[in-house]
């Protein structure tokens, strides 16, 4: 994603300068980070369905998503960037990647996932869909 950084003036660049100061000034004074501040980024999951359940993939999947459940102070959201399957987006090693992230759902933790080139889109929301709670 290209950022993007206009031109200023000098009373612009002042302005901006200022207002960062007085922002980061005041968080320096906050006795402790906000949840609502935090925010956990997870890559590449690759997650199989045919993995055994105590080879290393899915173990390391299951432990962080088990302690990120037991923090004493939620994050604002966990943030899963694909590649979500393993190789080629397969449904059933999408049902095992939810059900392994399930607990964060149970947890009430915002939850949102992107997906890489290992990812098919169609197959991803069918599965999705299929582990949405019932209205």
């Not at 000098?10 to 925010?39: H, M």
């Not at 939620?74 to 397969?90: E, F, R, S, T």
């Not at 090693?93 to 992230?101: G, P, V």
């Amino acid at each position: 994603m290209p950022v993007h950084l206009p031109a200023q003036n000098r009373r612009q660049f002042l302005f901006t300068l200022g207002a960062g100061f007085i922002t980061c000034s005041a968080g320096a004074f906050a006795s402790e980070t906000q949840s609502d501040d935090i925010v956990y980024l997870l890559n590449d999951t690759h997650i199989g369905e045919k993995h055994p359940a105590n080879s290393p993939v899915p173990t390391h999947l299951r432990q962080v998503v088990s302690e990120l459940v037991n923090l004493k102070q939620k994050p604002a959201c966990v943030l899963i960037n694909g590649d979500l399957a393993l190789k080629d987006g397969q449904p059933r090693d999408y049902r095992h990647f939810a059900k392994l992230i399930r607990p964060l759902r149970e947890a009430k933790i915002d939850t949102h996932l992107t997906l890489g080139n290992h990812d098919e889109r169609d197959v991803f929301y069918g599965v999705m869909q299929e582990e949405q709670p019932a209205a």
